[in-house]
C-alpha cells in the first residue's frame, strides 16, 4: 500500500512515473506509480521541467517508493548526475520490500552530494527533512 496520501488541496502534477505536489513548507511530496518504469527520454523531460519552475532553487524531497521500478543504468546515471543541481535532501518511504531494496541500492551505487535516508513513516521523514528547508 502506498503510505502517503494525496491532500484534497493539493495542486498536483502527474508524471510518467510519479504523481506530486508541494506541502505548505515547500517540500515536494512524490508518490510513484505501479509498475511505471522511467526512460530516457522521460528522466530528460523531468530535469527540463524542474528546471523551467525551479529557476535554480533547490528543493527537498519526500517520495513514496513502494512501487518504484528499476530503470536502465544509463537513466539512473543521468539522474545522479542532475538531481543534485535541484536537489537538497531526499527522504524515502516504502511499504514493500521491492521498493527498500530499489532505494537501498540507488542509495548504495552512488553517493549522493546531498543528504537522502530511508524512513518507515512519512512523519519521520518529514520531521527530518525539516533541518534542510
Wanted: glycine share 4%; hydrophobic share 35%; aromatic share 10%.
Amino acid at each position: 500500500a502506498v503510505m502517503i496520501r494525496i491532500p484534497e488541496n493539493a495542486e498536483i502534477t502527474e508524471w510518467p512515473t510519479s504523481t506530486s505536489w508541494y506541502d505548505e513548507n515547500g517540500i515536494m511530496y512524490s508518490v510513484y506509480k505501479k509498475g511505471a518504469s522511467q526512460t530516457m527520454e522521460e528522466a530528460r523531460a523531468t530535469v527540463e521541467t524542474f528546471k523551467q519552475t525551479l529557476n535554480g532553487k533547490k528543493i527537498c524531497l519526500l517520495a513514496d517508493v513502494t512501487h518504484t521500478s528499476q530503470s536502465s543504468r544509463e537513466t539512473r546515471e543521468y539522474l545522479a548526475e542532475e538531481l543534485p543541481k535541484f536537489i537538497k535532501a531526499i527522504a524515502m518511504v516504502s511499504d514493500s520490500s521491492l521498493g527498500k531494496m530499489l532505494a537501498n541500492l540507488f542509495l548504495t551505487l552512488k553517493t549522493q552530494p546531498y543528504p537522502t535516508r530511508m524512513f518507515n513513516s512519512e512523519k519521520e521523514a518529514r520531521d527530518w527533512l525539516q533541518q534542510y528547508l
